[in-house]
């Protein structure tokens, strides 16, 4: 990515974070980032394919899809709890996944780009290539369950999630991710 692509998407999570989707505009952002609004549409078209650039960014799903098929397929649950809770940042200072679920939760638009990503793009290739029966409701459940973590860790702040440590959580996540995942369907 661009130094100048870079900086614009750095500017948009930003202004996603702070003021969700309906809030931010390309003006707004292109002024954050210190270039022409001019340029962010020439480089991203509008806010819709702004808002999935910084999707992407945040979740990486290249990087994201390899590390969690790389190693041993009854780990897959562990290294998904570790990679999500390493996303999300710590509960001080979440990182910009947070703020992109607050946009999805106030924005139909927003929503529906987190859904398609975490279902297509992130969890949807993951149980895809497991060859498993059922992958777009493993990758569905899978998304729920983490989306619910970091809502009731990060923004509703129940005390016992924020307490505990990533590992802790990830002991916890980890067998319920692995059995949606790789776990034989319910008859």
Not at 26 to 34: I, K, P, T
Not at 65 to 80: F, H, I, N, T
Not at 124 to 148: C, F, I, K, Q, Y
Request: proline share 5%.
């Amino acid at each position: 990515m661009s130094n100048t692509r870079g900086q614009i998407v750095a500017a948009a999570a930003a202004s996603f974070t702070s003021l969700g989707y309906e809030g931010t505009s390309m003006r707004q952002v292109a002024a954050a980032a210190g270039v022409d609004p001019a340029l962010v549409r020439r480089f991203f078209g509008g806010k819709e394919q702004l808002f999935r650039a910084v999707v992407a960014s945040v979740f990486q799903p290249e990087e994201a899809v390899a590390l969690l098929l790389d190693g041993p397929r009854g780990r897959l649950g562990e290294r998904l709890a570790g990679y999500v809770l390493g996303v999300l940042g710590e509960v001080e200072r979440p990182g910009p996944l947070l703020g992109l679920l607050r946009s999805a939760a106030t924005s139909e638009p927003a929503a529906a780009l987190v859904r398609e990503f975490l279902a297509e793009e992130l969890l949807g290739r993951v149980t895809r290539s497991l060859g498993m029966d059922h992958p777009e409701l493993r990758a569905g459940l899978a998304a729920a369950h983490l989306v619910g973590l970091a809502v009731a860790r990060y923004a509703v702040r129940v005390d016992t999630l924020v307490s505990a440590g990533p590992d802790e959580l990830t002991a916890w996540l980890a067998p319920a991710l692995q059995r949606y995942l790789t776990g034989k369907a319910p008859q």
